[in-house]
């Protein structure tokens, strides 16, 4: 068992010392934690914006390769199934949209149509150009939104 020492009267005023000059000390205490929140809730909202706005690029991209045309202007060549669908009046390339807004705390995007042949293409007609674009941009989307904050 170990042996107490005990306290001398110079430790004791040693310690008194201490005690004084921690009191003395102005302490300031900052809490920055909303600072940090807002910058991290503004940065992923910038980030979102920026993953929604270069998915709905490449969606454009992927759908605008004309139809074939023969030289008296008849379409001669379509989009297969599992092609991107090929562009005859360029309204679908025109008509895409991003939009953005929060679930919960969360900001999400959106890229769409609202012409329904484009639900039809993408659901029913087997030329996905929503959907297989997003599963092609995965890995630069993921980039974006989970690289280091600065």
Do not use: C
């Not at 630069?140 to 989970?146: A, P, Q, W």
């Amino acid at each position: 068992m170990a042996a107490v020492k005990p306290q001398t009267a110079a430790s004791k005023a040693g310690m008194a010392r201490r005690a004084a000059s921690h009191s003395r000390q102005d302490v300031q205490i900052e809490w920055f934690i909303n600072e940090v929140v807002a910058k991290i809730n503004m940065t992923m909202t910038q980030r979102v914006s920026i993953a929604t706005h270069m998915v709905a690029s490449r969606v454009v991209k992927n759908i605008s390769t004309a139809v074939g045309r023969s030289g008296t202007g008849k379409v001669v060549q379509r989009s297969k199934p599992g092609e991107y669908p090929r562009a005859e009046t360029t309204q679908l390339m025109k008509t895409i949209f991003t939009d953005f807004g929060k679930e919960g705390d969360s900001p999400v995007g959106f890229v769409g149509t609202p012409l329904d042949y484009g639900l039809i293409l993408e659901t029913r007609m087997n030329r996905s150009f929503l959907i297989r674009t997003l599963r092609e941009s995965y890995g630069d989307v993921s980039r974006i939104l989970t690289g280091p904050i600065k």
